[in-house]
């Protein structure tokens, strides 16, 4: 990047309780020894701001926090060329950073931000709005409304386990339907489709999925979870979703979710009623170790 390249800090304050703009701040003290332009933005309003108000300015947007302020900036970025992000991880599932391999350290993220190389990454557009990692609806997804309804503060692992426990109270696994490239799959309980292989958890649940591949890895399973909680789980860190006796495992470029009661997207509560997905070949370059 040359050194009159200006760089956009987009800093989530609540993110590791603060760390991420502490190291926001951190990077913007290095840069400016550089002699690299750059700018923070603490809050989507002030990102979209500075992206409207000064269009072109910013070479690339540096994301200090986790997949969900990444999914927000996602929103604001125009589409075309496509964008430049580095990522310093300092959310709670760091998907998409440690699909990238960036380190969760903060210099580790600083070395691949200034020397890493820009790698083509597949986006997923979902209804309108682009995602970075994976769709899903069914029990996974009324789990993440539960915990962004119950919790306070930055999301801690914790939260999902204590969601999981009370589950009984609250989940309902209602059959969707699913089709995948104009083919109508039948109904299912469960559907996420992989952007990335690997899950909110940090563990791989589908190593088919790649995100530079140009097509979305469709996993079905057609009974509920919850009986089944250690069949389930222990399949998935197997890497083995698949090997189920219910479960279905197809590569797609779109999908469509019909009669979705709850879903989820990038770890975060989606919509509801139809959901159309469609993958974006390489709509995304993130800094990766060389």
């Given at each position: 990047?040359?050194?009159?390249?200006?760089?956009?800090?987009?800093?989530?304050?609540?993110?590791?309780?603060?760390?991420?703009?502490?190291?926001?701040?951190?990077?913007?003290?290095?840069?400016?020894?550089?002699?690299?332009?750059?700018r923070?933005?603490?809050?989507?309003?002030?990102?979209?701001?500075?992206?409207?108000?000064?269009?072109?300015?910013?070479?690339?947007?540096?994301?200090?926090?986790?997949?969900?302020?990444?999914?927000?900036?996602?929103?604001?970025?125009?589409?075309?060329?496509?964008?430049?992000?580095?990522?310093?991880?300092?959310?709670?599932?760091?998907?998409?950073?440690?699909?990238?391999?960036?380190?969760?350290?903060?210099?580790?993220?600083?070395?691949?931000?200034?020397?890493?190389?820009p790698?083509?990454?597949?986006?997923?557009r979902?209804?309108?709005?682009?995602?970075?990692?994976?769709?899903?609806?069914?029990?996974?997804?009324?789990?993440?409304?539960?915990?962004?309804?119950?919790?306070?503060?930055?999301?801690?692992?914790?939260d999902?386990?204590?969601?999981?426990?009370?589950?009984?109270?609250?989940?309902?696994?209602?059959?969707?339907?699913?089709?995948?490239?104009?083919?109508?799959?039948?109904?299912?309980?469960?559907?996420?489709?992989?952007?990335?292989?690997?899950?909110?958890?940090?563990f791989?649940?589908?190593?088919?999925?790649?995100?530079?591949?140009?097509?979305?890895?469709?996993?079905?399973?057609?009974?509920?979870?919850?009986?089944?909680?250690?069949?389930?789980?222990?399949?998935?860190?197997?890497?083995?979703?698949?090997?189920?006796?219910?479960?279905?495992?197809?590569?797609?470029?779109a999908?469509?979710?019909?009669?979705?009661?709850?879903?989820?997207?990038d770890?975060?509560?989606?919509?509801?009623?139809?959901?159309?997905?469609?993958?974006l070949?390489?709509?995304?370059?993130i800094?990766a170790?060389?």
């Amino acid at each position: 990047m040359p050194s009159d390249a200006g760089v956009l800090l987009v800093a989530n304050p609540t993110s590791g309780r603060g760390r991420a703009l502490r190291w926001a701040e951190r990077a913007g003290e290095r840069l400016r020894s550089e002699g690299v332009a750059w700018r923070i933005a603490a809050s989507p309003g002030e990102t979209s701001s500075l992206l409207g108000r000064e269009p072109g300015r910013f070479a690339e947007s540096w994301v200090f926090g986790g997949d969900g302020t990444l999914r927000g900036l996602l929103q604001l970025l125009p589409p075309d060329p496509p964008p430049r992000v580095a990522l310093f991880p300092a959310g709670t599932g760091n998907v998409v950073a440690r699909e990238a391999g960036v380190p969760l350290t903060f210099e580790g993220a600083w070395r691949v931000a200034r020397a890493g190389a820009p790698r083509p990454f597949d986006l997923l557009r979902v209804n309108g709005e682009r995602a970075a990692f994976m769709v899903s609806a069914g029990l996974d997804a009324e789990l993440a409304h539960r915990v962004a309804a119950d919790r306070r503060g930055p999301m801690r692992r914790a939260d999902w386990v204590r969601a999981a426990l009370a589950s009984g109270r609250f989940a309902r696994e209602a059959p969707l339907r699913v089709l995948a490239d104009g083919a109508d799959l039948g109904a299912a309980r469960f559907a996420a489709a992989f952007n990335c292989g690997l899950y909110a958890g940090g563990f791989r649940v589908c190593p088919r999925a790649r995100p530079d591949d140009g097509r979305i890895e469709l996993l079905l399973l057609r009974e509920p979870i919850r009986p089944r909680w250690a069949a389930v789980i222990w399949a998935a860190l197997r890497h083995r979703p698949e090997s189920l006796p219910d479960a279905t495992l197809i590569g797609a470029r779109a999908v469509e979710l019909r009669d979705v009661a709850c879903s989820q997207v990038d770890g975060d509560p989606g919509p509801v009623g139809t959901l159309r997905i469609e993958v974006l070949p390489a709509a995304l370059r993130i800094r990766a170790p060389a």
